[in-house]
């Protein structure tokens, strides 16, 4: 019986009969000229520059394209990335966060925003398609992308959107934010201010602003981790009461209460916010919302103001913390929308401001803290990295990419102002409400 032998792989053919140098070649009408980065294909041929002037990035399957195909944009480059179909490589220049910078720079220069290719180019994109054989049906969706189902902004639904996300695991989150467990912006004296000082800071802010001494009945809308029902607690003697539909995060609050001996300061209630609030003549003496209205949805925001000013006393203060957003994509865009935070809304802060003064709230200060959160979000990528082995144990590589590609781009949206963050305080006109003549916070 003869033996066989399997023929060597034949090397990459180089230049214009390689897969990056034809791919590079259709996509000149869509990117306005020469190819912006260093692209690598898998069959290890490599087209544009390559003196590190620009990103490399590389497809390192076919299926890249199909989703790209499928999803032109953000959510197919979203989905290619995560599942590690596409890789934007790093090195001593270049990381993701300067290589998203330079894409948008580069779609800026160029116009790209604008215009539709010809028709002409689209079909070349077919072709060549075809020819690579990524045409098909669309690939399923990432295992990591949500799939939320019911009516937009019932209960059922809001829970299982934010089930989504804040129930991801609880040692997840204890690896990327400061002990207090505070998953909002910061409040930084410095840049090189610590972030667990930042955030201490933050809650100490918002204590003041709304005003808690010894005693004060307090509601926490959405409390999180419950880092600010604790602080409230701990450090004014505030009677607290919190409020979440993360039933992973009322475990996690629930244990800190019990270690810290505040079972008669602090309870935490798993429930919706529209079921917050007190009856009559039991209002609360203040109410704070941190991070939070973003989840309520447009249609349900006089709802949300209607809760806050309904849950606190004639004369009560009432704070929010809360990200604002103009434009196209009041969600976030089609990454945040499909992978991190499904059905969230943000508007510009004016648009909030509105909602708050019809359901009869007196606005009496908005402090922008825009430039806290990039400094936030610097502090959490560092402590992602430091412990990106151990997330990866957690929940796996792609939801890591996921959180990669996530941290990254919210920084770059409130360092180039796509996205603010404001805490606005209020009062419940009706009562004295002891706001200072001059702002002492």
Request: glycine share 10%; charged share 25%; aromatic share 8%.
């Amino acid at each position: 019986m003869t033996a066989t032998t399997t023929p060597p792989v034949a090397p990459p053919v180089p230049g214009q009969h390689g897969i990056a140098y034809r791919i590079s070649q259709v996509l000149r009408p869509f990117v306005g000229g020469d190819l912006p980065v260093h692209l690598v294909a898998w069959d290890g041929s490599d087209a544009g520059p390559t003196d590190g002037s620009v990103p490399t990035i590389e497809l390192r399957s076919p299926d890249a394209l199909r989703r790209l195909l499928w999803h032109p944009g953000e959510l197919g480059a979203a989905q290619a990335y995560v599942t590690g179909e596409l890789e934007v490589v790093e090195d001593e220049r270049w990381d993701l966060d300067k290589a998203l910078t330079h894409a948008f720079a580069v779609a800026r220069e160029r116009g790209l925003s604008s215009g539709r290719p010809d028709p002409r180019a689209l079909v070349s994109a077919a072709r060549l398609a075809r020819e690579l054989g990524v045409l098909g049906k669309p690939l399923p969706n990432p295992a990591s992308q949500a799939e939320i189902n019911g009516r937009l902004h019932s209960k059922l639904r809001d829970r299982a959107s934010i089930s989504f996300h804040y129930d991801l695991s609880n040692e997840f989150y204890e690896a990327i934010l400061e002990p207090h467990m505070a998953y909002s912006s910061g409040y930084h004296s410095s840049p090189d201010q610590p972030l667990t000082e930042a955030q201490a800071a933050k809650l100490d802010l918002v204590c003041r602003k709304v005003g808690l001494t010894e005693g004060s009945r307090f509601l926490d809308v959405g409390c999180g981790w419950g880092s600010l029902s604790l602080y409230a607690a701990e450090h004014f003697g505030a009677r607290v009461t919190g409020v979440t539909i993360a039933a992973e995060q009322k475990k996690f609050i629930d244990a800190r209460i019990r270690e810290r001996g505040l079972e008669d300061r602090v309870e935490i209630r798993l429930q919706d916010y529209r079921d917050a609030v007190p009856p009559r003549g039991r209002e609360y003496d203040a109410v704070a919302s941190i991070e939070m209205g973003e989840h309520v949805g447009q249609g349900n925001y006089p709802t949300y103001a209607q809760v806050l000013h309904d849950s606190v006393r004639p004369g009560g203060r009432v704070l929010i913390q809360q990200m604002s957003r103009a434009g196209k994509w009041p969600g976030g865009g089609p990454f945040i929308e499909s992978f991190i935070a499904p059905d969230m809304h943000m508007r510009p802060v004016g648009q909030t401001v509105g909602f708050l003064e019809q359901a009869g709230l007196e606005v009496r200060d908005v402090h922008a803290m825009r430039e806290h959160y990039v400094l936030t979000v610097a502090g959490w990528l560092e402590r992602f990295h430091e412990n990106r082995a151990r997330l990866v144990d957690l929940v796996g590589e792609e939801v890591v990419r996921v959180w990669y590609l996530y941290l990254v781009g919210g920084s770059m949206a409130f360092r180039d102002g796509r996205m603010g963050v404001d805490q606005i305080t209020m009062v419940r006109p009706g009562g004295a409400h002891t706001l200072p003549l001059v702002r002492d916070f």
